[in-house]
Nanobody
Framework: QVQLVESGGGLVQVGGSLRLSCVAS????????MAWFRQAAGQEREFVAG????????YYGNAVKGRFTISRDNAWNTVFLQMNSLKPEDTATYYC??????????????????WGQGTQVIVSS
């Protein structure tokens, strides 16, 4: 059974930084792309960042380009999201996800096979 467990969320002030982690089990982690999504209260889930199976390519949603960095460590089945220069609009629950095919640059929810339970990020002003 695939399990994705996020951690690292919390309360941070505007302009601060957080690093999220997601540990995967029950899948061949180094065969699949991974991504982070987020969902703010009352809003739809939004793509944040993605990374290919070997970490060779990364891609980002427009709202976080230049501020967030996604990375992965296949030896530890872990994907990270470094978030810098945080803004109040970054407040959301952040989810990691494993894609379904292992190729391309997926950004929509239906392209992802497994999801974590989420970790909450609150950016206070």
């Amino acid at each position: 059974q695939v399990q994705l467990v996020e951690s690292g969320g919390g309360l941070v002030q505007v302009g601060g930084s957080l690093r999220l982690s997601c540990v995967a089990s029950g899948l061949a982690f180094n065969r699949y792309g991974m991504a982070w999504f987020r969902q703010a209260a009352g809003q739809e889930r939004e793509f944040v960042a993605g990374i290919t199976w070997n970490g060779g390519s990364t891609y980002y949603g427009n709202a976080v380009k230049g501020r967030f960095t996604i990375s992965r460590d296949n030896a530890w089945n872990t994907v990270f999201l470094q978030m810098n220069s945080l803004k109040p609009e970054d407040t959301a629950t952040y989810y990691c996800a494993a894609d379904s095919k292992g190729v391309g640059y997926p950004t929509i929810e239906s392209d992802f096979r497994s999801w974590g339970q989420g970790t909450q990020v609150i950016v206070s002003s």
